[in-house]
């Protein structure tokens, strides 16, 4: 499962999808848009226009696969919630994978029973070759004790176990991107060609108007 606002979904999002899904043998990964996020203020564009790129972006990838679960959901989305209803979906021994960002990464320890998403799969920590993982005391000692050696011990087991990865990152981030759309720029090589073909004077207008705009 790989989760975030995509507002927009760019090409750095989808470069990090494939290549985990390649490099650690997944049989799919679950793009999952939220809905409504709980850490943040909502995303200025309407969550139907953001799950419409991501389906936009995914096409053609048959190991990307878009979840809408997020936004069939009322109330705040919790990553927790999602990964629960995956469980419940797959089974009790089906690995399933959660992968994370370093920035979710450094604020893992904060979201919603956190302690218990690790319950319900592995943790694979996206490391940024010139950014160094910075956890919080607290989640690296919850963390002690559980890594796997190698990426086919996540095969042996369903989760509770967490793998760091280096992979070659793209230079992109939504806030990026939203900046350069609100300096009349270019975003082509930023974000797949079909998104940026289906953006209108309006989704420009929101995106340049996000407030507290993160790193995704």
């Given amino acids: 499962m790989f989760g975030g606002t995509f507002a927009p979904i760019h090409n750095g999002h989808l470069r990090l999808a494939i290549e985990l899904g390649e490099r650690l ?3 799919r990964v679950h793009v999952v848009p939220c ?3 709980s850490h943040r203020s909502a995303p200025e564009v309407p969550a139907r226009r953001r799950l419409h790129w991501a389906r936009l972006a995914c096409a053609g990838e048959p190991r990307l696969l878009v979840d809408d679960r997020e936004m069939r959901r009322d109330g705040p989305s919790y990553t927790y919630d999602s990964l629960a209803e995956l469980r419940a979906e797959l089974g ?5 994978l959660l992968l994370l960002g370093d920035d979710a990464a450094n ?3 904060t979201w919603h029973r956190w302690r218990e998403i690790a319950t319900l799969a592995h943790l694979v920590f996206v490391e940024r070759p010139y950014e160094p993982p910075a956890p919080a005391a607290e989640l690296a000692a919850f963390l002690r004790g559980r890594r796997a050696g190698a990426p086919q011990a996540l095969q042996r087991q369903s989760a509770g176990l967490w793998l760091a990865v280096s992979i070659p990152q793209l230079a992109i ?12 720029r270019s975003i082509r090589g930023l974000v797949p060609e079909a998104v940026i073909a289906d953006l209108t004077t309006e989704d ?4 340049t108007h996000e407030e507290d705009p993160i790193a995704e």
Avoid: V
């Avoid at 009790?92 to 399933?96: C, K, Q």
């Avoid at 420009?204 to 995106?207: D, E, F, V």
């Fill in 25 to 27: 043998g997944l049989a």
């Fill in 173 to 184: 981030s939504s806030t990026r991107i939203r900046r350069l759309l609100a300096a009349g």
């Fill in 204 to 207: 420009i207008r929101l995106l």
């Fill in 92 to 96: 009790a021994g089906t690995p399933l």
């Fill in 35 to 37: 809905g409504r996020p």
């Fill in 107 to 109: 604020g893992f320890h």
